[in-house]
């Protein structure tokens, strides 16, 4: 029974098992649904397991069940992007008609329904021509290039790649309610980084270690010996060190806040350290750069157990990395280019990553991102990313 | 094993039951399935369980999951240190030979040993890494588990009807979901949480009642709040307005929201809300 509507559900592209399939159908036998109304509730507590397929389920329920015509093949998706855009647009015209290069007094003579319909065209365009997986996972804000489409430095990367974050807008405005593409928040940061703990015994000795007191009472003749153990905690160290310098910081700043806000509350030993757009002699310990430098020599010194790890867009001009004189700053005059002092630290620890609030789709466009992944291992400051860097950071080798 | 012909869940005494969700908690117990329940804090997914225990007259078990959580601790613990004490001194009555008798009952444990149906609630299954979640549901969906040490295995004498609750925005593994029936519970609506206060405060005013979900509603809907009120920040707000004797119910049209803190939990959020309400007062 409903066998149709079971691959309707499946051809729309909801995850639905046989295994649930039977179990509706036991459910039918059992003669718990009597009505309509319960088959809807109860196919779909039973198939769908998302609510993310709430809405989709809905489609094809009236669909079957009504006759309503289902949207045509791509419609779900496009229909979707598509007021995704005219909200945008009723947002911020201008933006809107510069990614998606056309006029824009053109556009403003139109209706919303034109609108839709101009949109879902431009929509299909793109599809053929950026096939594939984005995976737009929140690196807060809409559009990296849309915001930082000024840089000198080759952040920039034309009007083709512009189509792409309008694509990027609309697809992020799917399931907007219950999507994972959300922005960072201290939640969700908390989960990725949850793996990040190095367990060692500290406090007081409270727990009874069972096995010793066995042990101990066998060799006391029976007489009971308990024996104590310290609990676990976490006593990993963590060097943090964010890029608060520079404009091209500025669209990722809460991003980064949110992590620096999270790190603060999490770890016991975290120390943060400022640069501006890469390390050169030194990073400082105060937001300002000005008071308290110190000098990345001294970092050596430290256990390099501890965990590096660097957040900055790695967005500059060449020289600012590989000329020995590239710092802006006129003390920072040792003679070693950024590029040496990078390696320098990449060597002294270990276990480090760089997170990067660009996008990783950007990467490829700049110079400087480039040379300084071959450095670090480099991660998209995302929920995926971050967890990706965790799993890198406890990595035992 | 599911018998009683009156044992359909109909709501409880302080729970508000939109008529899909008791269908599906009632599909879900004869379907003898975990049913999962997802949803913003705060939409009475915790409530569920305690409703169907007061309404089916059923006994309630809670697991609170913690993120350190083992899954034995679940099951069952075996008291070494007892069993140590007891055979050093032998005054007690138990049998120092028998482990049975050291072997005490988790909270799974002891949905499966009652001798009624009972409740089983997991709470926050999210909190725990995958690994457990999966074994659990092993044990769950097997209604069974061994006892290492005695060798034994404890069989469900009646399937507990199990609900799990979930504030994940991530989807728990596919195996696990496979297992349960789903449900996602929307944050109530305007009308709904009317019928919701009405129920906790009988005999609220209901200009009052009114007014102070009109606000609660506009002061969710104000951007970048990290962590929005949530149904029971609202009765604990309504419960503060109640006893402060100097509020009058049309102050909150006027804009003049009082105890923000209640509502609020994060400084930034509360920061937030005090200013744009102390703003919509001067229109």
């Given at each position: 029974m409903f066998l149709k509507f079971f691959y309707t559900l499946k051809e729309i592209g909801i995850p639905v098992s046989p295994t649930s399939f039977l179990v509706l159908q036991k459910a039918l036998?059992?003669?718990?649904?009597?009505?309509?109304?319960?088959?809807?509730?109860?196919?779909?507590?039973?198939?769908?397991?998302?609510?993310?397929?709430?809405?989709?389920?809905?489609?094809?329920?009236?669909?079957?069940?009504?006759?309503?015509?289902?949207?045509?093949?791509?419609?779900?998706?496009?229909?979707?992007?598509?007021?995704?855009?005219?909200?945008?647009?009723?947002?911020?015209?201008?933006?809107?008609a510069d990614a998606l290069g056309v006029d824009e007094d053109q556009l403003k003579n139109m209706s919303p329904e034109e609108l839709?319909?101009?949109?879902?065209?431009?929509?299909?365009?793109?599809?053929?021509?950026?096939?594939?997986?984005?995976?737009?996972?929140?690196?807060?804000?809409?559009?990296?290039?849309?915001?930082?489409?000024?840089?000198?430095?080759g952040m920039r990367v034309g009007g083709q790649s512009r189509n792409k974050s309008a694509v990027k807008v609309a697809n992020e405005r799917r399931y907007k309610d219950y999507s994972t593409a959300g922005p960072l928040t201290q939640a969700k940061i908390s989960e990725a980084l949850k793996r990040l703990r190095n367990l060692i015994p500290a406090g007081p000795r409270d727990r009874i270690n069972i096995d010793e007191t066995i042990r101990e009472t066998m060799r006391n003749a029976g007489e009971i010996e308990l024996m104590f153990d310290r609990a676990l905690k976490d006593r990993l160290k963590i060097i943090l060190a964010i890029d608060n310098g520079g404009w091209s910081m500025d669209p990722y700043i809460s991003v980064v806040q949110t992590l620096f806000d999270y790190a603060g509350a999490q770890f016991k030993e975290v120390k943060t350290y400022f640069f501006h757009n890469t390390i050169y002699d030194g990073l400082w310990e105060d937001p300002a750069r000005y008071k308290k430098p110190r000098n990345i020599i001294e970092f050596s010194r430290l256990d390099p157990d501890t965990r590096l790890i660097i957040v900055g867009d790695a967005s500059m001009a060449p020289y600012e990395l590989m000329a020995s004189d590239g710092s802006i700053h006129i003390s920072e005059r040792?003679?070693?280019?950024?590029?040496?002092?990078?390696?320098?630290?990449?060597?002294t620890f270990s276990h480090s990553v760089w997170l990067n609030p660009v996008s990783e789709t950007m990467w490829g466009y700049t110079h400087t991102i480039m040379a300084i992944s071959k450095i670090f291992p480099m991660?998209?400051?995302?929920?995926?990313?971050?967890?990706?860097?965790?799993?890198?950071?406890m990595n035992k080798n | 094993m599911y018998q009683e012909s009156n044992s359909e869940f109909v709501g409880a005494q302080?729970?508000?039951l939109d008529q899909e969700l008791a269908s599906i908690v009632n599909i879900s117990m004869k379907l003898e399935m975990p049913l999962l329940l997802k949803g913003e804090p705060g939409t009475g997914k915790t409530m569920l369980a305690h409703a169907i225990t007061e309404s089916l007259n059923m006994p309630l078990i809670v697991l609170n999951v913690k993120s350190s959580m083992k899954l034995v601790e679940a099951l069952y613990q075996y008291d070494t240190l007892t069993r140590l004490n007891d055979s050093r001194f032998g005054d007690s009555k138990r049998n120092v030979s028998n482990i049975d008798e050291y072997i005490k009952m988790g909270k799974i444990g002891q949905?499966?040993?009652?001798?009624?149906?009972?409740?089983?609630?997991?709470?926050?299954?999210?909190?725990?890494?995958?690994?457990?979640?999966?074994?659990?549901?092993?044990?769950?969906?097997?209604?069974?588990?061994?006892i290492i040490e005695t060798d034994k295995t404890i069989e469900a004498i009646l399937r507990p009807v199990i609900i799990i609750t979930s504030n994940a925005k991530k989807d728990l593994s596919d195996p696990f979901l496979g297992r349960c029936n789903f449900h996602h519970i929307a944050f109530p609506d305007p009308k709904m949480m009317r019928k919701i206060i009405g129920v906790h405060f009988e005999d609220i005013d209901s200009k009052l009642?009114?007014?102070?979900?009109?606000?609660?509603?506009?002061?969710?809907?104000?951007?970048?709040?990290?962590?929005?009120?949530?149904?029971?920040?609202?009765?604990?707000?309504?419960?503060?307005?109640?006893?402060?004797?100097?509020?009058?119910?049309?102050?909150?049209?006027?804009?003049?929201?009082?105890?923000?803190?209640?509502?609020?939990?994060?400084?930034?959020d509360y920061e937030r809300a005090k200013n744009i309400a102390s703003r919509r007062r001067m229109f």
């Open positions: 036998h059992q003669g718990i649904i009597n009505s309509l109304d319960d088959f809807y509730t109860c196919a779909r507590a039973i198939l769908v397991k998302s609510e993310k397929y709430f809405d989709l389920y809905d489609q094809v329920f009236v669909h079957h069940f009504e006759g309503v015509p289902l949207p045509e093949n791509d419609g779900f998706e496009i229909d979707e992007m598509a007021r995704g855009m005219l909200d945008e647009w009723l947002k911020n015209p201008k933006m809107m839709i319909a101009y949109f879902k065209e431009r929509l299909k365009d793109q599809e053929g021509e950026h096939h594939g997986g984005y995976k737009w996972i929140g690196t807060g804000g809409y559009s990296p290039v849309g915001h930082s489409g000024h840089h000198p430095g040792s003679g070693r280019p950024s590029i040496e002092q990078l390696k320098f630290l990449a060597k991660y998209e400051l995302s929920l995926d990313g971050l967890e990706k860097a965790v799993a890198k950071l | 302080k729970y508000v949905a499966f040993c009652a001798d009624k149906r009972t409740v089983l609630l997991i709470d926050e299954i999210d909190k725990a890494d995958t690994d457990f979640q999966d074994d659990m549901l092993d044990v769950l969906d097997q209604m069974q588990f061994d009642a009114q007014n102070a979900i009109d606000a609660f509603y506009s002061m969710r809907e104000i951007d970048s709040i990290e962590k929005k009120p949530a149904t029971r920040e609202l009765i604990n707000w309504i419960r503060a307005l109640n006893a402060d004797p100097d509020f009058r119910a049309k102050d909150l049209v006027k804009g003049r929201l009082p105890f923000l803190g209640v509502l609020f939990k994060k400084s930034p």
